[in-house]
């Protein structure tokens, strides 16, 4: 047990579900995860480890655009990494480095910066939510840039980040997706559907078993909203999500969705609901002025908007949204805790995060049973 780090408490997870349970870190990797009593057996003359409190997976974020005054919409490695290291310290681990819409040519320069950030392990990809967006459901992206989907410049993404392009948000109803869609899962490329102004119809062919989408980006926002006579994106992204392996995000900051609609989505489509947190550069900062992309946001409470009142991203991490999941949702702890490490980790293709079992990175979070934070464990090596 020389070189290893043990740790005891109770452990959650997709592949373990412990009360008192032991978690053996070496190097980078996870080791071995046992019950406290079958590792005391096989270590018998090994010290007993102290008991931490929950053991979870480091958390998955695979929707955010910045933190703690730093963006990803940038051009600057340096800013992206402080904000991928902001996220890291309170729990996320793992995140995926989200643009919004601009010209192509910023998207191109800023692709090229996320690529280095990514290299070098800070971030797990890049995640570019537009510019292939519906104008009527523009929310808080730039409706100047916004343009139908073109293959030259999905190509140059594709280039541009070098394997590091992870997810693409496109609206299926403009002309050019189906296209688009496919020479992206051709790359790659997870296929996300989002800022859509489709119908029932439309939204749910582009997902499975027939479509090429496999995640929706922030369900219920950016889209009609949900009607017993006009259902629209909403219900066609639920029945894919409950009937196959499609998984939509749910934005868990308190302030994007209701805390039942919330629950109606993970009692619809258990194990297929990712929380996300859409922050932008605010997230741990002070109400005042922030940008995304091109414009100038407020921050008032907490909450980040537009002047004519639209939301525009959040300002929570991941682990307050796994509180709100379960204090404000509802949601039991081990559904909360899955919708934030092994489902985001699934949709994404992320196949070495989001849970405990042996031979995945030491990514681990240890919480009180209150749910504040005691320790952050990334690829083996402490942060807190």
Known sequence: MTDSTVLRGRVISAAHLLDDGIVTVRGERIEEVLPFDVWRARHPRVAEPQYRGLLLPGLVDIHVHGGGGYRFDTESPAEAEAAARFHHARGTTTVLASLVTGSA????AQVTALRKVAAAGFVAGIHAEGPFLSPARHGA???????EPDLDLVDRMIAAAEGHLRVVTLAPELPGYREAARRLREAGVVVALG?????????????PPDGDATLVTHLANAMPPLHHRAPGPVAAALHAAATTSAVVEVIGDGVHIDPGFA??????????????????????????????????????????GLPDGCLAGSTATLLECLRWAVRGAGLPLRAAVLAATSVPARAAGLREVGDLRA??????????DDLELHGVLRHGQWLT
């Open 105 to 108: 040519a910023t998207m191109l």
């Open 359 to 368: 031979d995945r990175l030491a990514d681990l979070v240890i919480l009180d």
């Open 141 to 147: 992206q730039d409706p100047r840039h916004l343009r």
């Open 195 to 207: 800022h859509s102004d489709a119908d029932y119809a439309v939204f749910r062919a582009a997902l």
């Open 263 to 304: 629950a109606l989505a993970f009692a619809a489509a258990p194990e297929r609901v990712a929380l996300v947190t859409d922050a932008i550069q605010a997230a741990g900062m002070p109400d005042g002025r922030y940008r995304l992309g091109e414009r100038e946001i407020a921050v008032r409470a907490g909450v980040a």
